[in-house]
């Protein structure tokens, strides 16, 4: 049975959020038992803590938070718990913010592909398998092996564009 896709909603304005953040949960728990791995408590933490903002966190804001909850607050514990989380495919790295975001499809191996609000800091991630393809395509005409993937757009949302139409 497919895993129900997580809404990407960042900048929707129908959005129901605590069902946005429990289906992130739900999904995690359920890839992490199919694929015999432990979502430990600190891991869900952290997911939750990325989820519950549309706006990408870098580490140590949630470091920060963790600290004041009680939990483990070492940079470590924060690292192991991202990478985790990237290599079970339940969070994106936002390379030009240095910060993680939450993925809508963790049940597929697929690149993310963001558009980043320069003013409020929210990101969207995109359906980017079309967009994949044609650069690899492009890439390989030119005798060029491509080894990573990162698109990020940096703009203004609808949200942030409001005022100045």
Known sequence: MPTPQVASCAFSDEHNH??????????????????????????????????????????????????????????????????????????????????????????RQHHGYFLICRQCGRAHELEGQPLSQALREQAARQGFMVEAETVELTGLCPHCREPLA
Do not use: M
């Open 18 to 107: 605590q069902r946005c953040i429990r289906t992130a949960l739900a999904t995690a728990e359920r890839l992490c038992a199919d694929r015999r791995c432990r979502l430990t408590p600190v891991r869900k933490r952290v997911l939750e803590l990325v989820w519950q903002s549309h706006t990408p966190l870098g580490a140590y804001q949630i470091l920060a938070q963790l600290g004041d909850e009680g939990f483990n607050s070492a940079p470590p514990t924060v690292y192991r718990a991202l990478e985790f989380l990237q290599e079970q495919g339940l969070v994106h790295r936002i390379a030009s913010l240095n910060a993680f975001t939450g993925c809508c499809a963790p049940d």
